[in-house]
């Protein structure tokens, strides 16, 4: 006791000197913190964006190269390959000022044009720990990809020319607009933003998936089938190919998913996760449902799941658990299946590469069972006024949440489709959609590109 | 002198290659065909797109030897083809009229 009172009495003086001190170290450590935090944040939001772009190129452009006749298969790249150009530029000019400017319901503004006010120095709105620019260029890579994923319902018919027009319009009248109102400030569904109608969409089941899933139904049914589709053989021309492609998918949406936590955290992990836990369940759903229904487990059909596991656990990642991402995972995986193998020859349109039945119809699913198994067990971001941790789907008692998903979904598709429509129509009339018969039969490689993919005797 | 032209599997021509040096015949020509005689071909399934596959690859050697030693490589192409399965291919034999090597206007059987 004596002891104590000494040793308060000597340091009393010492502290009062050593007060503006004590707090510039304070101050010091504090700023070494966050220095530390946002070093580590970047690294893996750098690390991220590149992950996402290589899920374009060349993941995505290798799996449906592969899927294609091998007289398409440049064709078929160049139309993924060419929007990591394209979108680029286009998001340099507004489409990053679109999506994420301003905090209005439906659509950014111009207060990023041009990239103005977006530099190194943090978004707090976004991501505070990371820089603007860091922040800009990650979602770029969404932007990229969304429009690519369509070229599979369109592929081995679409001119060129069309290609990249319709592209454009699409980035500009259905992908920002829809990432502005699930992810934007004020953004309608935005659940952390205030939204209206808040949506749980953690990495853009809603955004990426059922846009350009249900974009590339209406593409497959306004440009029609191709010439002798489905009588004249239409094989895949390599499935080694396919798989690397699909395999790189897989990696890459560690990227694109524990990436969307926007920072190196614990829900980082967890959408980690939760999307790998998710493509496994679905491989082994869509293969198990083939071995049944067609006597033979095949690669193509592992690979499909896969994807379709990753498109449905995309909204899910950063709010549900392991088990929910397998069981979220096994449903997709066997929904898909059904679309692509029985539902899809009934109707008999020709989405080439399945990009309805796996993106569309795997989105729409994830969307829906994001709102049944998102718990704020797993993501405790959402909060109310008073600062109260509040619950997120069905399995924290919240069931209206599935009914606000299906709302975002109703605006995805309604979006989609509306969209869609109107630029194919312009397009249409502007340079024409689709290629000539001649030019089919060439196919798109010699004809819009004048080259070839293999050429064994050079 | 004959010409045998002999369509076999394709995981069969190394076998057929090694047997047809051993007996010392140095002289072929490899390519590869797709092709069906009876059996039919197959079924695949791409995403529950089903396809007829009646095509199917093979290779196609073709070797011209001197008349006398032409049932010793049939005997040795056959045994080495061989796997007793459907599909193993087929063997033709043709008359030669002439042969010509280009680099220094040999003819006849001297120039195989």
Redesign the interface.
């Known amino acids: 006791m004596k002891v104590c009172a000494l040793a308060a009495l000597s340091s009393a003086p010492l502290l009062a000197q050593g007060t503006p001190d004590l707090q510039a170290k304070i101050a010091a450590i504090d700023a070494a913190a966050r220095s530390a935090q946002s070093a580590g944040d970047n690294a893996w939001m750098l690390v991220s964006s590149a992950l996402v772009l290589m899920m374009t190129g060349p993941g995505l452009a290798l799996f449906y190269g592969g899927l294609v006749r091998r007289k398409n298969v440049l064709g078929t790249m160049m139309q993924s390959f060419v929007l990591m150009a394209v979108v680029t530029v286009l998001w340099a000019v507004v489409g990053y000022s679109l999506a994420f400017g301003g905090s209005s319901p439906l659509l950014g503004d111009f207060h990023f044009a041009f990239l103005r006010n977006v530099g190194i120095a943090p978004n707090a709105d976004y991501a505070p720990t990371i820089p603007h620019q860091t922040f800009m260029v990650y979602q770029l890579m969404f932007a990229i990809i969304t429009p690519a994923l369509i070229s599979g319902a369109f592929a081995e018919r679409m001119k060129f020319s069309a290609m990249l027009m319709f592209t454009v319009l699409w980035s500009l009248l259905v992908y920002f607009p829809m990432a502005h109102m699930v992810w934007g400030k004020g953004g309608l569904l935005n659940a952390f933003s205030g939204g209206r109608i808040p949506c749980l969409d953690f990495a853009g089941g809603t955004v990426v998936h059922i846009t350009s899933g249900v974009s590339a139904l209406v593409c497959a049914l306004y440009l029609g089938k191709r010439l002798g589709y489905?009588g004249i053989?239409?094989?895949?021309h390599s499935l080694v190919l396919s798989f690397i492609g699909a395999c790189l998918l897989w990696v890459g949406w560690f990227g694109f998913n524990a990436g969307s936590a926007l920072a190196a955290s614990g829900l980082a992990t967890s959408a980690f996760v939760a999307t790998h836990f998710g493509a496994a369940a679905a491989a082994l759903g869509w293969m198990a449902a083939e071995w049944m229904h067609?006597r033979?487990p095949?690669v193509?059909?592992g690979i499909?799941g896969a994807v379709a596991g990753l498109v449905a656990i995309t909204p899910a990642s950063g709010f549900v658990q392991p088990f929910s991402a397998l069981l979220i995972g096994l449903l997709a995986g066997l929904v898909c299946y059904a679309m692509?193998?029985?539902i899809?020859?009934k109707f008999g349109y020709d989405d080439s590469l399945?990009a309805f039945g796996v993106h569309g119809c795997g989105g729409t699913l994830g969307a829906i069972l994001t709102g049944v198994f998102a718990t704020s067990a797993v993501n405790a971001g959402l909060k109310d006024a008073s600062g109260r941790v509040m619950p997120l789907g069905m399995v924290d008692g919240n069931g209206g949440q599935v009914l606000h998903q299906l709302i975002g979904c109703a605006i995805a598709w309604g979006l989609g489709i509306v969209g869609t429509l109107v630029i194919l129509k312009v397009c249409d009339l502007v340079v024409g959609l689709r290629v000539t018969k001649e030019q089919e039969i060439e196919g798109l490689d010699l004809s819009m590109h004048g080259e070839e993919g293999y050429i064994f005797e050079a | 002198m004959k010409k045998i032209e002999a369509i076999i599997q394709p995981f069969k021509l190394d076998e057929v290659k090694e047997a047809l040096k051993a007996i010392g015949i140095d002289g072929m020509t490899i390519t590869d065909v797709r092709g069906h005689g009876r059996q039919k071909g197959h079924k695949e399934i791409y995403r529950g797109q089903e396809y007829n596959v009646d095509l199917l690859a093979k290779v196609k050697v073709e070797l011209v030897v001197a008349t006398s030693r032409a049932e010793e490589v049939i005997q040795t192409l056959v045994a080495a083809a061989r796997t007793g399965k459907i599909g193993d291919g087929k063997i033709f034999v043709f008359d030669v009229a002439e042969t010509i090597r280009i680099r220094n206007d040999d003819r006849g059987e001297s120039a195989l």
């Open positions: 489905p053989p239409m094989k895949p067609n033979r095949s193509l059909g499909s692509v193998v029985a899809k020859p399945d």
